[in-house]
């Protein structure tokens, strides 16, 4: 299993719900196992890539917050 | 067991025209998508309108559909389209959906015209009511392109049995 980034989002600024519907576009390009990683400012994406993630059954392997931007790697299944 | 691999649905009846449903239906339906949802909008009466083509797309300022007197003057009154939705409250005279036009630019909101095309590129299945296209006198080249062919309550009942169902 990889354990670098395979590709990088970036949804700052964006409003729900493009940081979950671009997040599922992007990932459909990755291969089983890789990693994508996702920064957002919408607070309500917290909650919401975990739903997303316990719906889709990819793994959210880590969620940081840094100076208002909250980080997301997630694991395509 | 992943819950992607339980057969869910969603289905959507889009029955409002009004901008400040419309959002919701299409927020709802591309992130039923997003969330591996087989997802089908069913439009059916003012919100088939939204599924008209945009002015701009038939290069003219403003267009009538419809081919009686009753079905042309209903479309003079309700522009279809999802450029010019209005709010079902508060609308003074288009100022309030240009406001929250406004304010969703601020906060990067997707416009309802750019979530359809998200929607139709995430495979929603977007069907046009055909009752609503013969009573309002609307053709299926009046609609915009990538549209499931139009369908009737049974179909759209039958699609619901076992999916989640919202009536927006």
């Known amino acids: 299993m990889s354990t670098t980034v395979a590709q990088t989002l970036d949804l700052k600024g964006l409003s729900c719900p493009l940081p979950i519907v671009k997040t599922a576009m992007a990932i459909k390009a990755l291969q089983s196992g890789e990693l994508l990683e996702a920064l957002a400012t919408d607070p309500g994406s917290v909650p919401d890539f975990a739903a997303w993630c316990r719906s889709t059954g990819n793994e959210l392997v880590e969620q940081t917050t840094d100076d208002g931007v909250f980080r997301f790697v997630i694991r395509k299944r | ?168």
């Open chain 2, 1 to 168: 067991m992943a819950e992607e691999e339980r057969d869910r649905k969603l289905v959507i009846f889009a029955w409002s025209g009004d901008l400040d449903k419309v959002w919701p239906q299409l927020i709802l339906a591309t992130t039923g998508a997003a969330m591996g949802m087989q997802t089908t909008v069913f439009f059916t009466f003012w919100g088939l309108f939204p599924l008209l083509k945009n002015d701009k797309e038939h290069g003219r300022a403003r267009r009538l559909t419809g081919e009686n007197w009753m079905q042309k003057m209903l479309s003079s009154m309700n522009r279809g389209g999802t450029d010019h939705l209005k709010l079902s409250k508060m609308n003074f005279a288009g100022m309030g959906p240009r406001m929250m036009g406004k304010l969703a630019e601020d906060h990067k909101m997707a416009s309802p015209t750019a979530l359809m095309e998200m929607a139709r590129e995430m495979g929603v299945h977007l069907v046009p009511c055909q009752m609503t296209m013969d009573l309002m006198g609307l053709a299926r080249e009046d609609l915009i392109e990538g549209l499931d062919d139009p369908a009737g309550a049974a179909s759209a009942l039958l699609e619901a049995q076992d999916a989640i169902t919202l009536f927006i």
